[in-house]
Nanobody, 119 residues
């Protein structure tokens, strides 16, 4: 079982920045892609950004140019740097990793961290 623990959320004014962290237990982190998702009240959980083990990234159109996903495989930790935050970025943010290991599919989520963008 792999545990993912997010941190770094909070209340920030529009235009501000936050950096989220996703600390993982175990060593599989470095072998699989990691994604950040977010879910606003009454809405579905959507992919925000994703990074492969080699560092290739992709982003939702709504955050391109403002958010940066990164990872430190030595620390088994992923990050999401969020700049120029907007009220519509308000949501619970989750990190995720999934894949095949030993012939079985796994799909792990963190508990989520609240990000609120408001003046």
């Amino acid at each position: 079982q792999v545990q993912l623990v997010e941190s770094g959320g909070g209340l920030v004014q529009p235009g501000g920045s936050l950096r989220l962290s996703c600390a993982t237990s175990g060593s599989i982190f470095r072998l699989y892609a990691m994604g950040w998702y977010r879910q606003a009240p009454g809405k579905q959980r959507d992919l925000v950004a994703r990074i492969t083990p080699g560092g290739s990234t992709n982003y939702a159109d709504s955050v391109k140019g403002r958010f940066t996903i990164s990872r430190d495989n030595a620390k088994n930790t992923g990050y999401l740097q969020m700049n120029s935050l907007k009220p519509e970025d308000t949501a619970v943010y989750y990190c995720n990793t999934n894949g095949l290991a030993g012939g079985s599919y796994f799909n792990y989520w963190g508990q989520g961290t609240q990000v609120t963008v408001s003046s």
